[in-house]
C-alpha cells in the first residue's frame, strides 16, 4: 500500500511557475508507477504526467508538453511536478496518485493524495 500526500499548490499570475511536491509512504513506492492528474470545478479529472519505477521513462498530456516536468526521488520517496509558464486553464486541484502501470486513465491508479489546488490568475 502506497499513501500520497501532495502540496506546493497557491495562486499565481498567469507565465508563473511551481514545483507541486508528492511525499509518499509505504514499501511498495519504489515499485509503483506515479501519475500527476488534475480536476478543474465541473470538470473531469484529466491525465497530466507520470515516471516510471526508475524515472526513466515520462509521460506527459500533449496540454502540458514543454511546460510540465516530472521527476522522482526514490531515496526521499518524493514526485515533482515542475509547472512553468501557467496558464488560467491549468486552474484545479492537482493530484498525485499510485499505480503498477504506466497509464494515463485514472481507473488503473490505485492509491490517490488529498490534492493542492493551483489557482492562475491575474
Known amino acids: 500500500q502506497v499513501q500520497m500526500v501532495e502540496s506546493g499548490g497557491g495562486s499565481v499570475q498567469p507565465g508563473g511557475s511551481l514545483r507541486l511536491s508528492c511525499a509518499a509512504s509505504?514499501?511498495?513506492?519504489?515499485?509503483?508507477?506515479i501519475g500527476w492528474f488534475r480536476q478543474a470545478p465541473g470538470k473531469e479529472r484529466e491525465f497530466v504526467a507520470a515516471?516510471?519505477?526508475?524515472?526513466?521513462?515520462?509521460a506527459y498530456a500533449d496540454s502540458v508538453k514543454g511546460r510540465f516536468t516530472i521527476s522522482r526521488d526514490n531515496i526521499k520517496n518524493m514526485v515533482y511536478l515542475q509547472v512553468n509558464s501557467l496558464k488560467p486553464e491549468d486552474t484545479a486541484v492537482y493530484y498525485c496518485a499510485a499505480s503498477r502501470y504506466l497509464s494515463s486513465e485514472y481507473k488503473n491508479y490505485d492509491y490517490w493524495g488529498q490534492g493542492t489546488q493551483v489557482t492562475v490568475s491575474s
Open positions: 515516471v516510471t519505477r526508475s524515472g526513466g521513462s515520462t
Open positions: 509505504g514499501r511498495t513506492f519504489s515499485s509503483a508507477v
